[in-house]
């Protein structure tokens, strides 16, 4: 059977090609590429190998760049320095990951999926892009409110702005209702997408789609109306104008 080994550190290559010979007695090791570039190549050239090791890191690049570049239908165990979690959990797509420096055991065990068909023949490369994103974070889809005696929840999609009178924090529906939170502003900033959100000033929270207008003001600074809102003087500090503007423009 063929083997292709995709790695960068030759030492490392060796080692496994050492290992996977006491798995493998008749099989053809290929390729020992170590670029992202010339993986390509060798896929557009060369009919499918059996089985698939390959490094995550490469020396032009990271190795997802191969399959998204040619299609790949083999079987693939990947090498990587990422945590153990994030590995447990690549494996409900039935494709396995080992940790640098390869532990003999876990390679045998990784063979043995392989041999027993527990893996699948393709290449999940958006699973797996979502799931290398380290610490990434997630953001509330809705907020509780109080109305009254009543406690309702408003999804994200509905929220205009958040805004402190009094130190009493407050939601803004785009139908100009209004609910009281139980955060603080700066509770709710920490919960909120910064991609869609962005702090104006000490008051105000605001969702991108809720900027009316934008004015120029003294100092540099600049004048925004906001929808359904009849504070005319919410000010952006001449500090913060470039990353509002950022912001607006992404």
């Known amino acids: 059977m063929n083997i292709l080994i995709i790695e960068d550190e030759k030492p490392a290559a060796n080692r496994l090609i050492k290992l996977l010979k006491g798995h493998f007695v008749d099989g053809d090791f290929v390729g020992n590429l170590d670029t992202v570039s010339r993986a ?108 009254g005696e009543k406690i309702q929840s408003v999804p994200m999609e509905e929220v205009s702005f958040f805004f402190s009178e009094e130190r009493v924090t407050f939601l803004q529906t785009d139908a100009g209702k209004k609910y009281v939170l139980d955060s603080t502003l700066e509770q709710v900033e920490s919960q909120v997408d910064p991609a869609l959100f962005f702090r104006l000033n000490r008051k105000y929270l605001s969702r991108v789609d809720a900027v009316e207008e934008v004015l120029a003001y003294s100092n540099s600074r600049l004048k925004v109306k906001l929808k359904n809102c009849q504070d005319s003087d919410i000010l952006i500090s001449r500090e913060k104008v470039g990353e509002f503007k950022t912001w607006l423009d992404s």
Do not use: M
Request: with cysteine; charged share 30%.
């Open 40 to 147: 390509v190549k060798w896929f557009e050239e060369n009919p499918a190998p059996d089985l698939i090791f390959c490094d995550i890191q490469l020396a032009d690049g990271i190795s997802f760049e191969i399959f998204e570049k040619v299609k790949v239908s083999s079987p693939v165990i990947f090498i990587t320095a990422y945590d153990q979690y994030a590995i447990r959990a690549f494996q409900v797509n039935a494709i396995d990951y080992l940790l640098k420096p390869i532990d003999p055991e876990a390679l045998g065990q990784a063979i043995e999926k392989y041999k027993s068909r527990q893996i699948k023949p393709s290449l999940d490369l958006e699973l797996l892009k979502e799931l290398l994103q380290p610490d990434k974070k997630s953001f509330k889809s809705r907020f509780l409110v109080r109305f």
